[in-house]
């Protein structure tokens, strides 16, 4: 003989409130005084009683499920962004829906058309390389709530949450002018993202603040990754006219300089100072450990969480942009450089 279906009416009586108070604890309404809520929820558990969040979301017309495309979940610094939003989705009552781009725009905007037929609230995009406004665009114009994520589409409006990637890279440049450097390299520049452009204009703008020419064959364009930032550093530093000091366009191009210096016998924190920026988990284990710009990834995923709900329960409110400030984390793999280096410094 089949068990009775548990109603909310039962489950009402035993806790001695209104079946509308079991909905809403159900529902994690900020409206149920916490000694209720803990009651109801104990009675729900003495009971057995399950859920239909099917039939619940229906109801209330909120599938309570969030998209989430990611651009590059293999990158290390997308990954801890992505673990931070996460966290902050499941805080606020939402699943999360994960679709990996790495990095094709035409698969990024098949995985958006398949969140749209799902019914999610809304979604949180960090865009792929050269997405076209037309994307972002078209989120707005089916009414689904959308926040850019660390990276942003130029030229269209839209919510927005990421690090002054300028600022840090401007504190990363000072760091190493204020340990004496001036012939400094910059490793990956990218055109393509605004995150490329901000922050080698961070580089730019430290430099020439500093008096200091930005030189092109010590401004290297290439992929964010370790095995282009191995052979590029091998490459800078061929010449009789090496820089003493390397900024790195993410901690994963950092990591492969520095293994690239080690390959030629130099040695990085000594012989050359290697900076990154993210500040990913790695960098902290790294020997040397790595000096970085942290970007504040839970605080990224907190803030992206709370301005995607903002958005759907006003699709029309003023869009908004949070911009977190950057800090830099000073390890080991920056050093003076050596008095020698210096001398030719001043000489030319």
């Known amino acids: 003989m089949q068990d009775k279906k548990i109603t909310l009416k039962d489950v009402a009586q035993v806790a001695g409130v209104a079946t509308g108070t079991v909905s809403m604890v ?120 959308v926040v850019q994520v660390t990276r942003y589409v130029a030229g269209v409006s839209s919510d927005y949450v990421g690090n002054d990637n300028k600022a840090g890279a401007k504190l990363a440049t000072r760091h190493l002018l204020d340990l004496g450097h001036e012939r400094i390299a910059y490793l990956g520049r990218n055109r393509l993202t605004s995150t490329g452009k901000d922050r080698f204009d961070g580089f730019r703008t430290a430099m020439r603040e500093a008096g200091l020419a930005v030189l092109d064959e010590w401004t290297v364009e290439c992929p964010a990754t370790r095995e282009d930032g191995f052979r590029e550093a091998v490459k800078l530093m061929e010449g009789r006219n090496s820089p003493t000091a390397i900024l790195c366009f993410n901690d994963p191009i950092a990591f492969g300089a520095m293994l690239g210096l080690r390959s030629i016998g130099r040695e990085p924190g000594t012989d050359c100072s290697v900076v990154g920026m993210d500040d990913v988990s790695e960098a902290a284990l790294w020997q040397p450990g790595l000096t970085t710009v942290s970007i504040g990834r839970d605080t990224i995923g907190r803030a992206a969480g709370r301005l995607l709900m903002d958005r759907v329960e006003d699709l029309d409110r003023p869009f908004e942009r949070v911009i977190i400030p950057p800090e830099l984390v000073i390890r080991s793999s920056t050093c003076p450089p050596r008095s020698e280096e210096r001398r030719i410094a001043r000489a030319r």
């Open 26 to 145: 159900l529902n994690d309404s900020p409206l149920v005084a916490q000694a209720t809520k803990t009651r109801v929820q104990a009675v729900l558990h003495d009971l057995g009683y399950v859920y239909d969040r099917a039939a619940g979301n229906l109801r209330s017309k909120r599938s309570r499920i969030v998209g989430v495309s990611v651009c590059n979940l293999i990158n290390p610094y997308f990954a801890d962004v992505t673990a931070g939003i996460q966290e902050a989705l499941e805080d606020l009552g939402r699943v999360l829906v994960l679709g990996n781009c790495a990095e094709s725009v035409s698969r990024q905007m098949n995985f958006l058309q398949s969140l749209r037929q799902y019914s999610v609230e809304g979604v949180l995009l960090t865009p792929a390389i050269s997405t076209p406004k037309s994307h972002i665009e078209q989120l707005l114009a089916w009414r689904m709530p």
